[in-house]
């Protein structure tokens, strides 16, 4: 405990006098910035994304040794990977694997900052975080087009289509596809975007890191504990080693068991543009999006409410009070309003997954409407309970005065 303080004191004071004292340049070293001393589990997420991005990257680079971005060659190459290439199916495997865990990963990383309102103190990394999001999801949907299976092309179709809403947009597709439909060039250009992108997701996360290191990361209950700091190593990289471990056990076990398992049968089949699916549909982690977009019969309104419900978390930081805290730990009314949100979440991802028909347009008209409301409802709840808390303790002290 004396080794904390003293820490946390020399670091505030910034001395420099001495070999083992800290200095304000030593914050931004990796390994020794101040950490706030009661970070959980939760906070370990941050570190295993930056694990999963590098498998990626490696992966994919392995990948596109072999991958040929061609109509009549994309599924060719790919069996050539799975069947003739050594370990060729263990590098896809992880490669697909690695998706599910990256957006697994994303999600749970965006409900724990909700959860403990990390938006109030970084509402920059906040907002950085959210790019980043929007990018893994336009990398994730391009890297699912390159199979060039009967799902690839017809969600390549409904995609790429939504660009139509904005003025200008029909060029722009013709622009995308390189002609009138989608062809060889559209196929050259996906595989380009989805090579270089996961660089700029890269140097983007670096970014992000960076201004969460400037103002210090927050803490399970939310409060300023400026002073009273610990370094991130050995408290912490120990921690994300542990939680490394279990990522890659995850990993191994998800490649090497149910490599398949999140893949649409249709997706193995060849393109047949002369036969539209029954059922259209991405990959989970894109269900929840798709249910809001089919879920609104107008068009140009269905894309701007699945962007509103993608994007609707950047609300967080412009609608919240000066809270003094950031936690929901002492707000059991949006406890219970984030719990049912993430339940909606999940219940919108299995209407994604289902024919849009009879009822369940119906629920995912319920399911959007309740998504968007409690991305309003949360930060309202929070400040309007913590005014009745302070305010109940204000009259409390103004009825019954401490005497001395």
Not at 24 to 43: D, E, G, M, R, V
Not at 352 to 365: F, K, S
Not at 370 to 378: D, E, G, K, N, Q
């Given at each position: ?23 304000p340049n030593y914050y931004y070293n990796a390994l020794k910035y101040p950490c706030p001393p009661n970070l959980s589990i939760w906070w370990n997420i941050g570190s295993m994304l930056f694990l999963v991005l590098g498998a990626q990257l490696l992966t994919g680079i392995l990948l596109s040794t072999s991958y040929t971005a061609d109509e009549a060659l994309a599924s060719v190459s790919l069996e050539y990977v799975m ?213 609104i019969p107008h068009k140009a309104g269905g894309v701007s409410t699945m962007f509103a419900a993608i994007v609707g978390v950047a609300v967080f930081p412009m609608i919240s009070g000066r809270e003094k805290f950031q936690s929901m730990k002492v707000c059991p009314p949006a ?70």
């Amino acid at each position: 405990m004396e080794h904390v303080l003293s820490y946390s004191k020399s670091y505030e004071e910034g001395a420099d006098d001495g070999p083992h004292e800290m200095s304000p340049n030593y914050y931004y070293n990796a390994l020794k910035y101040p950490c706030p001393p009661n970070l959980s589990i939760w906070w370990n997420i941050g570190s295993m994304l930056f694990l999963v991005l590098g498998a990626q990257l490696l992966t994919g680079i392995l990948l596109s040794t072999s991958y040929t971005a061609d109509e009549a060659l994309a599924s060719v190459s790919l069996e050539y990977v799975m069947r003739d290439s050594n370990y060729g199916w263990a590098v896809r495997s992880l490669h697909m694997g690695g998706a599910s865990m990256f957006f697994a990963l994303i999600y749970t990383h965006v409900a724990r900052g909700v959860y403990f309102g990390v938006y109030l103190k970084n509402p920059h990394v906040w907002y950085s975080g959210l790019s980043l999001y929007v990018l893994s999801m336009g990398v994730g949907f391009l890297g699912y087009v390159l199979p060039w299976g009967v799902m690839s092309y017809w969600g390549l179709t409904v995609i790429t289509n939504m660009m139509t809403v904005i003025p200008g947009g029909a060029r722009a597709l013709d622009w995308f596809q390189g002609g009138f439909v989608i062809s060889d060039v559209t196929l050259k250009r996906v595989f380009i975007l989805h090579f270089l992108l996961p660089f700029v997701i890269l140097g983007l996360s670096l970014t992000h890191v960076l201004l969460l290191h400037m103002n210090g990361s927050s803490n399970p209950l939310g409060l300023d504990e400026t002073e009273f700091s610990v370094p991130f190593h050995p408290y912490y990289s120990i921690k994300d080693l542990a939680g490394f471990a279990l990522l890659l056990a995850a990993l191994v076990g998800i490649t090497f068991t149910f490599a398949s398992l999140t893949a649409d049968p249709l997706q193995w089949q060849p393109v047949n543009k002369m036969k539209t699916p029954s059922v259209i549909k991405p990959e989970w982690y894109f269900l929840y999006a798709y249910a809001i977009l089919r879920s609104i019969p107008h068009k140009a309104g269905g894309v701007s409410t699945m962007f509103a419900a993608i994007v609707g978390v950047a609300v967080f930081p412009m609608i919240s009070g000066r809270e003094k805290f950031q936690s929901m730990k002492v707000c059991p009314p949006a406890r219970f309003v984030f719990l049912l949100w993430v339940a909606n979440f999940t219940f919108l991802t299995v209407i994604g997954a289902q024919e849009p028909a009879g009822g369940w347009v119906l629920a995912g008209q319920f399911g959007t409407f309740f998504h968007l409301s409690a991305l309003v409802m949360i930060p309202m709840i929070k400040e309007e309970w913590e005014w009745h808390l302070y305010q109940g303790a204000r009259l409390s002290e103004s009825c019954y005065p401490t005497k001395f």
